[in-house]
């Protein structure tokens, strides 16, 4: 199910009370859930009007969207910062998994009621996931062209289906409904899959 | 949660019992779900007292444990007669791949009730799970070493790391519990997935 919702944004003056919306609903979704509250909930912690809220945000899923987008680019900052500086393509690719699952499991399951948003976005795509997808995707490329152009990896198969392959086999370790069911060993399992999508990589 | 339960056969007369018991159990779960079904809902719907249901099974898992094995080995016959006759070790992957995700999709959704117990059985790592589990990897090792034998496959990495690679790449799309959010392009996934596979087993 593909949720379009218009930009939640209302124009630039009003950006301190968008985030001060944003930091409370955070805060009380990751206290009693998301799929529990209601815009009316909202308004009543954050002591403004639902009037009010629905001048910055069309639906509780748009403050959604802001909060997810949030937590989604904290794991896109963690992933390029991990891959800085390394020396090859397949190192980069190491590093890449190995952050994105770190990164993950962190966010989405040390406070379970982040979970909470993340399993609600990721089950219904939203666009923040959506974009969250795309910019992987895009990473992964980057380091297939590089390991490509450096003669690491083989030049055989059509470079958007080992992207595509690649994103996943990756997945079942970044979607959090999927995750929860590896969370125990995700991280050596990992490693594993890492080495066999590298495998597949070689000239 | 790995739970121990004894074998539930309580000696070879009182087969056919045991059977009308699971057959009448089956039925059962497939209209009212597993989880929300009682071993004394189980005695009313057939007829038979609760003290004479616990005469053959210890507990609902019991029952259900049976009925899970027989859904697995169906899986698990498709599965061999898929690969029957595959000309190469490449081909027998892709059949066994191929008929996995198929049967699995067939079996655990076109009945959501069946998916009930297959969910709490993946979830709670029953011995049926358990068993098929080592089945599968037998299997992966099997057309492994025969790849091996024939120089279709690479020899270099170690054969137990390489079985479990591709065990934990394949169980997304075997696991009901996470294949349940692959459903849509579980097949098509899984042919790109059996690809990078290959690609990675390449000599």
């Known amino acids: 199910m593909n949720q379009k919702i218009s930009p939640p944004s209302r124009g630039p003056v009003d950006h301190d009370v968008r985030n001060q919306i944003v930091e409370a609903a955070a ?7 998301y799929e529990k509250t209601t815009v009316s909930d909202l308004a009543k912690a954050i002591g403004f009007s639902k009037a009010y809220i629905y001048k910055f945000f069309d639906s509780k899923q748009a403050i959604g969207e802001v909060i997810c987008s949030n937590t989604l680019l904290k794991i896109t900052t963690t992933i390029n910062e991990s891959m800085d500086g390394a020396p090859t393509a397949s190192e980069r690719f190491r590093r890449m998994f190995k952050s994105a699952i770190g990164a993950s499991v962190q966010l989405f399951f040390q406070d379970r009621k982040l979970y909470d ?13 959506a974009n969250y997808d795309l910019k992987l995707k895009q990473t992964i490329l980057d380091v297939l062209q590089e390991g490509r152009a450096s003669g690491e990896f083989e030049r055989k198969t059509p470079i958007d289906e080992t992207v595509n392959a690649i994103y996943f086999v990756m ?12 969370l125990d060993r995700a991280e ?16």
Not at 117 to 129: Q, R
Not at 195 to 200: D, F, H, P, Q, T
């Open 27 to 33: 805060e009380h979704f990751s206290r009693y859930g």
């Open 117 to 129: 948003i993340a399993a609600a976005a990721a089950g219904e795509n939203w666009n923040s996931v």
């Open 171 to 182: 997945k079942p370790y970044l979607n959090p409904l999927l995750l929860q069911h590896n």
């Open 188 to 203: 050596d399992t990992g490693v594993m899959i890492v080495n066999l999508i590298l495998r597949s990589l070689a000239p």
